[in-house]
């Protein structure tokens, strides 16, 4: 758990292992640290062990384990979904909405790439959505929650536009739907089916699971061109000997937070609408970013005009609060935010903007404390 003098709140960006998973792991780094390659008895069961960890992840997603690729991380398996796709269709187009992480945003800038406006509440312009797919679009990325704001896409509407567009298209391409679910895990559905997706991507280090673990789901039939050629791991998709402890710790983890997610989502919606209260009774002037109704119930980001969030940061933290201004993957980024840029905010705004997002060990105090903090902060 984070450490006890700190407040944590920047789940969004990294969660603690989970004990129950760090134990599950803990037999994979030397007892059973056998190749799941190698035919000995002993390794045939760590093979055992590996596949049962990708049934437990099919089983919360709904689907067949075959459909499940074990990478390292979101960022590997977006990108391995983007360019194992157009890779093959060199005159094909991709099509992702304007807030996506950069790891869809950088590989799908790559080729021809179209970005789909969002509203000011951060939600995909569906109608923009429509006209950006054309009769060369072979893959539509679009995020499930955005990883700054917490905004949660409709993936169905998504889902429905996608399959009216391939039945009036005039080429032979393909067309498939990829999100990535990175933020989504703790705290929505992942039923692949439900959601209409032909592609799905998750991140262990944000369902307090391991770092550098991660899947993607790959709906059957569905041909991608590897990253990494070599042993034909994963289905020939990921060569390298397969790394089961981080593979074991994800799908604990996976299971943990979707039998907890009911009960989780409840505890911190309620803890939500009270930091939001609160910082709207103590700073007037602060403005929510993002939608209220259409959001992940760990978070709350909001711009404070006046103010620079770079050296309120500091300030935090010197008053042992850890919290962030956007996502941690461009930190060192002095750019102002892409997604507070799309929904129309002015550099300066952007430059004013703070991200907390609370887990697991998130109480109404701490919340209460961080509200008292920030108001003197600011």
């Not at 990175?182 to 280090?205: E, I, K, P, S, W």
Request: overall charge negative; proline content about 4%.
């Amino acid at each position: 758990m984070p450490q006890s003098s700190a407040i944590y709140l920047d789940y969004a960006a990294a969660t603690p292992v989970d004990p129950e998973v760090l134990r599950l792991m803990q037999p994979y780094f030397a007892g059973d640290f056998y190749n799941p390659s190698a035919t000995y008895l002993a390794a045939v069961d760590t093979r055992k062990s590996l596949e049962a960890a990708r049934g437990k992840v099919a089983h919360w997603l709904g689907s067949r384990p075959a459909e499940i690729i074990f990478t390292a991380g979101g960022t590997e398996a977006n990108n391995l979904a983007i360019h194992g796709v157009m890779r093959q269709f060199p005159n094909g187009n991709i099509v992702t909405s304007s807030i996506e992480h950069e790891s869809v945003l950088v590989p799908a800038g790559e080729y021809v790439h179209r970005q789909v406006a969002v509203l000011p509440n951060g939600t995909v312009d569906l109608e923009d959505l429509a006209a950006k797919i054309d009769d060369q679009t072979v893959l539509v990325s679009i995020m499930y929650a955005n990883n700054e704001i917490g905004t949660v896409q409709s993936l169905r509407k998504i889902a429905q536009i996608i399959a009216e567009k391939r039945r009036a298209r005039k080429s032979d391409l393909p067309l498939y739907f990829q999100t990535d679910a990175c933020q989504a895990a703790n705290y929505l559905d992942l039923h692949v089916a439900r959601l209409g997706v032909d592609m799905m991507t998750l991140n262990g280090g944000k369902i307090y699971g391991p770092k550098q673990s991660g899947v993607l789901y790959l709906r059957g039939g569905i041909r991608l061109q590897p990253l990494i050629s070599g042993g034909g791991q994963e289905h020939g998709l990921r060569s390298g000997t397969e790394n089961v402890a981080a593979a074991i710790g994800f799908a604990a983890a996976l299971e943990l937070a979707q039998a907890m997610r009911q009960a989780e989502v409840a505890r911190l919606q309620a803890l939500q609408a009270d930091f939001i209260d609160q910082i709207s009774t103590k700073i007037p002037t602060a403005v929510l970013n993002g939608s209220r109704k259409n959001r992940l119930p760990n978070n709350i980001h909001v711009t404070i005009p006046g103010t620079d969030n770079e050296r309120l940061l500091i300030l935090l933290d010197e008053a042992g609060i850890q919290a962030a201004a956007g996502s941690a993957c461009s930190a060192s980024d002095e750019e102002p935010s892409h997604v507070l840029r799309a929904l129309g905010l002015t550099d300066q705004e952007a430059q004013a903007s703070l991200r907390f997002t609370m887990g697991r060990s998130t109480t109404d105090d701490m919340i209460t404390t961080v509200v008292e903090k920030l108001t003197s902060c600011v």
